[in-house]
Every structure is written in structure tokens, then in C-alpha cells.
């Protein structure tokens, strides 16, 4: 038995430090353990005393086991998950979720808004009366209407970037802002940073512009480790780093404003422009907006990218981008890619805007949200395997739930999509390997019974596969 | 005198070799040419005699001297014009065409329809209708929403494209739909094909997808030389030609049915996918709507983009693109660059169709432009240099002017936005030297008195800017 209880320690080992459970969380129990593992419980047991004697796991009391704090604190230092650049390959997620809208599954998985979270009533008005503007909404309007930018420029200046209509640029989505953004910084093969797990709209960007990716890992806690993402700028000629530093997708994590400096600073050192994702911070749990990485910017680097598609409307495509010092190049790469945005949806949501009913909006949002993810944690906690981990958002509507052991995930996927169900894997947010132990679920629709019934669902399946698996290895 | 009449008589059989004189014209007067070549009106007229002895010019009783049919019949086999792909380098004018809305120049060089030439009571109407539909106009379509994909497909098969809304992509204008199709077909580096002159657009998106091109002279008549597209695709080794086959800007020339399928057939051969821009197709100013390329495409080689900024509005950017058989890299790299298009535009247009009133304004408008342009070029042959060219337009409302000499035009284009007056020089459609010599004139605005004016000024102009540089070559 000497040599098994050993190995199987090593297995364990490894299923800590190479997880999120150095983010905390409690190891799966001795009995799951053993079924993975095809061993007695005595060997998990024997195996877990090894494991306790070299710090690597502590006892809680009635409770099971749990990485040791050393662990938890030596995780940023490991330099067992360096960084490296990484082509992107073909991702296999990404038909479902734009054949998305034409499904009517569960959107357990959805970061769109539902229908009924948006201020339906106002913003109807608000193209009423745009639309009666013939002579404006019949016109180009490049870089975008006049009242469109010069509302989001009194937006800007409310969360501390003091900004003029002249700095801002209309777009189609904050996604079309990241992508020209990254279009007018990079060339084909140059190396681009980004948090992991990250928004898949960022991953399908640096493939279509043939990128090459270092992911950041987010953790211990925060959108993205500062000390492997300085790390990566000293190691390789990294051209942009593309970051949400508030409730950002999938995670929810926010950096404190502390680490917002840091992180502007290691960019700046390296010369590393900063691409800022800010879709979700206006719909922040806490107290107070939390500052854009833009409003502590001294000199022009932070490339600020935003829309209302999470707040008013997904399909009005209002976006913008606020380029700072890139704004010659960035305003060119819209005007070649499609010359300028609509003008009616500009002018309604500037009408909008100017209603001053978008404050009220928000407040009642965020607390909608905020029940949301809690009460989809709390299921989630409930109904998945033990040690399960969840993070827990600064923001937003999200988050990302990570298993305690590899299951076929897309074995899950699919399933659950012929049920009607629609989550998000985590392989959409990540290259890495580990990510497809993970998953994204969204408060983003009301948390009706079909809801409920769905996380019970993928908890089950879940565990049939785990269990499939644990099979496999005792049969093998 | 010998030599010196000798050497001037090369001079001019290379003026009129490499320039649109092999399309017909009057040269320039002996007068013009004394001037021009600092020599007397003797040796000019030797010069002349010797070209029309070597059958490079002939006379016309009391008009002048043109390039002889000889010429005309050789242009298209010379191989002094063979095209090679070319890098793009910066466009200078880009930014003039950028921040146009915003100057309230004479329109001369727009070709952005006036606004009292757009169906502006019937559109706020569907505006207005669309805005009141929110469950639809607040939500995500892509690939676009079902009316407006099956309004498209209809038109399409109007115009002999037998198609289906799930065979459409809605598009934020045919900029948008020309810009992914590059993205899904080419890499950086790789070589296109276009027309020379061709669009501004395409140009641009080349330039900022770091392709090189190949430009293809639209000599004799038409939008494109075929004898010179099938030299280049044999010799280069060509992804994709870009080609407006219907009143293609800035020319306003189509190709005939057989050339079309001639062009197809070539393309075919060398296996080069052909993205048509078919945006002035609806303003033929002939009988019957001209044919689209990808009409008479049978395996789906053609990839037809599309919009609706010239004839309904440029604002709504309401576009699209039946991209054949490159659906689902099309899909990828719309999806991607920006996810979906606006709802409420797409409702509005769909509903604007189907009230049937397009064709009634469509009738309407081809007619006006057909006027404009034809009082316009009447007024730039009677103003500009004797020996000046214009084109006929098929239709659109935009022709091509060649000047018999160079001139420093940027100069000019300075000068006269200076004045208020817009005109776009040649240089902006094609990287070739001999565009230099010419401009676009539009007739996308009414011809007003103040128009009339501004051609008598550029007229006046392109004459000072002629004399200074003949001064220059008699002091030299």
C-alpha cells in the first residue's frame, strides 16, 4: 500500500496546486476521492495525512479538508503556471452562442440582459422622438452625433475622466471599440495580453486578427495576477493589454484602485498600451462606482472601451471608445472598417441620457443583479459536487464557477443544450486547460424555476460524468 | 529645329499613350501644347505631323487632333500598362473625407445623396413604426432580424439572385460587408485585385488589412479591363478582386452581360473569389436594371455586398452581404467584429420595403441624378481645358474627369476647400501616377448656381495651376 497512498498524494497534490482551490474552497471529500481514484478510503485517507504533514492541505474541523494558506499565498510566486504566448486555435463554442437568440434555452450561460431588466418604457420614447429627426437620422455622423458624444463625455467626466465630445468615438458595441483598438495597435503575429479566464469576445478579436495571446491568470483574487502580468510584459514584447479592471466577465472581480495604479504602471514601464473593457462597471454591488483604470491615466495610454448593450439595450449597439493618445489611428480603423454608426440609436440614447431616468435604471439593476448571482451561488453551492468553487462579484451579473474535478464538459454542453440549457463552458473564456473544469453562469435573466431546475440539472449531469470517469480509471 | 521637334513629338505620343486619351478626346490645342512645352507653335505643329504620320494621332476637320483608332484598338494589349501589386502607402486625403460632414463645403466630390433626395417622409414613418416595436428593437439579431434578411433576399431575387434571409448578413453599410469579406478571404501581405480607379473604401480597407493590390485600368469602356485581369490573375497570384461591375464609382461604367460572364469566368479559372459592390445598381440610367455578377455566379464564387445608403439613407447604415459559398468565415468575422447590427434600422428598412414605395422613389431619383450629371458634365467640358475627359456614366450619379495635363491638384484641393468647395482628386481612387490628373465630380446634389460656380472656379484654377507649371518648364 506504501507506494499507492503515495501516488495517489501526488495526484492530489497536483489537483491543488494546479486549481482554483489555492483560491480557497474545500477539497473534495474523502469519499468522492476514492471513487475518482478507484482506491480505499484508506488510502485517501493515508494519502491526505501525507499531504497535511507537508503543508500543502489543513484540516478544518467537522468541516474536511482545504489547501493550506502557505499554498494560497505561494500562488502568484509559483512559477509553475508562466505564461507563455499561445496561438489561437479554432474555438468549438463559438456557433452556439451566435445562433444563440434563435434558441429558447434556459440562458443560465447569457451575459445579454433580459428583455425586462431594460428600461423598455423611456428608452421607446427616447427613439420616438429620434426618429421624428429625419434630418438628423437620415445623415453619416462620423466620428458620431454630436449629442451622443457629448453625453458620453459628461459620463466619462462623472467617473473621473474629464473628457470633451472631441475625444470620443462612436461604435457599434464595446466590442467593435476593443476590436479597432487592437486592429489600429497590433500586426499580424504581435502578442497581446489578456486575463484568464476573459470576456470570448476578446479571444474571437485576437483570432480574427491572428494574435498571439498570453493569458493572465485572475488569480488569487482580482480580474488579473499583477505579478505574472509583470512577469509576461519583462519576458515578452507585448503590444496591448486587454483588461475589465471592474466586475469584469467572467469573474466579476474588481482591482482595488491600489492595484489599478500598479497595473498602469507595469504597462507603462514596458510600453504596453492598456485596452479597457468597462461594459459592467456601472453595474458595481458595492457602495461606489468603481474607477475606471482611464480615470487614473496620466498620459494617454488607457484606451477606454464601453457600451449600454449590459444597461439600456444590446440592440441599439451603442458603443464607444475614448482612445487617448490613439486617437488619430483608432478614429481611421473605424472610418475604413464601416465609416460611422447609425445616427437614430445615437440620438435616442443621448435623449435617454439626457431623460436623467439612467441613474434611477441603474440603482434598481444592481440590486437586481446582486440577488441574482447570490441566489444562483447559492444553488450552485448546494447542488454541485462538494468543493466546488465560486467567485464572488464585485459586479455585474456573472460569475464563474470552477469543479473540483475535470469533467467532459462538452460532453455537458451539448446535453444540456438538447434539454434546452444554455451555460458557458469555460473553455469559450480560456485557452488554458484548467478552464475546462469551469463554467459561467449569468444573473442576467430573472432566476425563474426553469432556472433552478436547470442548475439542479447540470449538477446531476455533472456528477454523471464525474462518476463516469472515476469508472473509467478503476476500469483501466 | 529637328531634334527639338522630334524630342517633343515622343513627348506627346507619351501623353497620350499613358494617359485616358487612348479613351478618346480631344488632345490639347497647339497652342496648349506650345505653351506647355515652352516651344513655338512651329514645332508643335511638326511634332503633330510626325504622330499622325506614325498613326499615333489623326485630325478632325476644325476640332483638333485625337489619339487614332489605331491607339484606341491597341490600349488594351499594350503591355507598357501591365499592373504589378503595389503596397499601399498613406493616403493624404483620408482625413478630408473623415471630418467631411462636418465642413459645409460645395459637395462637388461627395458622393453622399443629398438629404432631399432620400424617401424622408416615408422612412421616418417606418422609423416611427420600428421604434414602437421594443421587445424587438432592444434585443441582439444576428445574423440580422428576420424581416430585414427576408426583405433582402426578396430584393435579391428580384434582381436574379434566387435567395433565402438565412442566405443574408446584415451589414452596417457595403463598407462593412466589403471590409469582413477581405478579413475571411486574405491574410497580411496577400494580394487583391481592384479596379483603377476604384472606390475610396476599398482602398482603405486594403490598406488597413496590410494587403497589397493590383489595380486593374477600367480602359476602354467599362468598370474593369478584362484582357488586363486575365494577364494579372495568370501572373500574380490574386485571393480576391474587388469590382463594382454596375455603375461602378468613380467611372460610372457597367460591364455587359457577356463581360460579366467573361469576368466570372476568368476569376474561376485562377480560382480568385470575386466581391462584388453593387451599392449604385439601383440608379442605372438605362432601361432595365443592370445584372449583378452574382446572378450569373453557379457556384457561388460571388460574394455580393450591398446597401442602401445610396438610394434610401447613409444614416441608417442599413447593409448586407450574400456571401455564397464563404457563409460561415463571412458569419465569423461579422460576428466577431462587432456582433450584430442595430435592430430598430433593420426593422425600419424591412418595413419601408414593404410599403412599396422604393421602386416609385427609385424611378424618381435615377432620373434627377441622370439630369445632374449630365448638366454637370456639360458644364466641366465646357469650362475645363480643351482636351479634358469625363466619362458617361451607365449610372450613379458620379463621373471621372482626366485633365490633358497634369497639374498639381492637391494644391487645388487645398485651394478650394479653402474656399468651401469639395472635390475629390484622383489620387484618393487608385495608387497609379496618371490619377493625379484627374478628379471625381458627383451629382449626388442638386446642381445649384453655386455648384455651377464652384466648377467655373476649379475650371479656373486647374487653368492657373496649367500655366504656372509650363512657366515653370520654360524657366527650367
Not at 191 to 200: D, R
Not at 208 to 222: A, K, M, S, T, Y
Not at 314 to 339: C, D, E, M, V
Request: aromatic share 8%; glycine share 6%.
Amino acid at each position: 500500500m506504501d507506494r499507492k497512498y503515495q501516488a495517489v498524494a501526488e495526484k492530489i497534490k497536483k489537483l491543488v496546486m494546479d486549481s482554483d482551490y489555492r483560491l480557497g474552497g474545500k477539497i473534495p471529500s474523502i469519499r468522492d476521492l476514492a471513487l475518482t481514484y478507484g482506491v480505499s478510503i484508506t488510502t485517501i485517507t493515508a494519502a491526505l495525512r501525507l499531504l497535511e504533514s507537508q503543508g500543502i492541505i489543513e484540516a478544518r474541523d467537522r468541516v474536511g479538508y482545504f489547501a493550506s494558506s502557505r499554498v494560497l499565498g505561494a500562488v502568484d510566486r509559483s512559477r509553475e503556471h508562466e505564461p507563455v504566448p499561445t496561438n489561437l486555435a479554432d474555438n468549438t463554442f463559438i456557433r452556439d452562442l451566435a445562433t444563440l437568440n434563435q434558441n429558447h434555452a434556459v440562458p443560465l450561460g447569457s451575459a445579454i440582459p433580459a428583455n425586462e431588466y431594460l428600461p423598455n418604457r423611456q428608452i421607446q420614447k427616447s427613439l420616438l422622438r429620434a426618429a421624428r429627426r429625419t434630418s438628423e437620422t437620415l445623415s453619416y455622423w462620423f466620428p458620431g452625433t454630436p449629442a451622443y458624444l457629448s453625453a458620453i463625455a459628461r459620463r466619462m467626466s462623472n467617473i473621473g475622466v474629464n473628457s470633451r465630445g472631441s475625444d470620443i468615438i462612436a461604435t457599434n458595441g464595446a466590442q467593435e471599440a476593443v476590436m479597432i483598438a487592437l486592429a489600429a495597435l497590433t500586426n499580424k503575429g504581435d502578442t497581446v495580453a489578456i486575463a484568464s479566464p476573459s470576456y470570448p469576445g476578446i479571444l474571437h478579436a485576437l483570432q480574427i486578427l491572428d494574435l498571439q495571446v498570453v493569458e493572465i491568470p485572475c488569480f488569487p483574487h482580482g480580474p488579473i495576477s499583477l505579478d505574472t502580468l509583470e512577469f509576461a510584459t519583462r519576458n515578452f514584447e507585448i503590444k496591448a493589454l486587454c483588461v475589465s479592471a471592474n466586475c469584469s466577465n467572467p469573474t466579476g472581480y474588481s482591482l482595488s484602485d491600489e492595484d489599478k495604479q500598479s497595473l498602469i504602471n507595469i504597462c507603462k514601464k514596458s510600453d504596453v498600451a492598456i485596452i479597457e473593457d468597462d461594459v459592467y462597471g456601472d453595474i458595481f454591488h458595492g457602495k461606489a462606482r468603481p474607477t475606471p483604470l482611464k480615470a487614473l491615466d496620466t498620459d494617454g495610454n488607457v484606451i477606454y472601451c464601453s457600451s449600454f448593450s449590459k444597461t439600456i439595450s444590446p440592440g441599439l449597439r451603442a458603443g464607444w471608445i475614448h482612445p487617448g493618445r490613439y486617437y488619430q489611428s483608432i478614429a481611421n480603423q473605424k472610418y475604413f472598417f464601416n465609416l460611422a454608426c447609425p445616427a437614430i440609436t445615437q440620438i435616442a440614447v443621448a435623449d435617454f441620457l439626457d431623460c436623467g431616468t439612467y441613474d434611477l435604471h441603474l440603482r434598481k439593476m444592481r440590486k437586481v443583479y446582486q440577488r441574482n448571482v447570490n441566489m444562483l451561488r447559492n444553488l450552485v453551492l448546494r447542488h454541485f459536487p462538494e468543493g466546488t468553487h465560486c467567485t464572488v462579484p464585485d459586479g455585474g451579473y456573472v460569475f464563474w464557477v470552477t469543479l473540483p474535478f475535470a469533467v467532459d464538459m462538452e460532453k455537458i454542453y451539448e446535453e444540456a443544450l438538447r434539454h434546452r440549457i444554455y451555460f458557458a463552458p469555460g473553455s469559450m473564456f480560456s485557452v488554458s486547460k484548467s478552464a475546462g473544469r469551469c463554467l459561467r453562469v449569468s444573473g442576467s435573466n430573472p432566476v425563474s424555476t426553469k432556472v433552478k431546475d436547470s442548475i439542479k440539472y447540470l449538477a446531476d449531469r455533472i456528477e454523471e460524468s464525474f462518476h463516469a470517469r472515476s469508472h473509467d480509471c478503476q476500469a483501466h
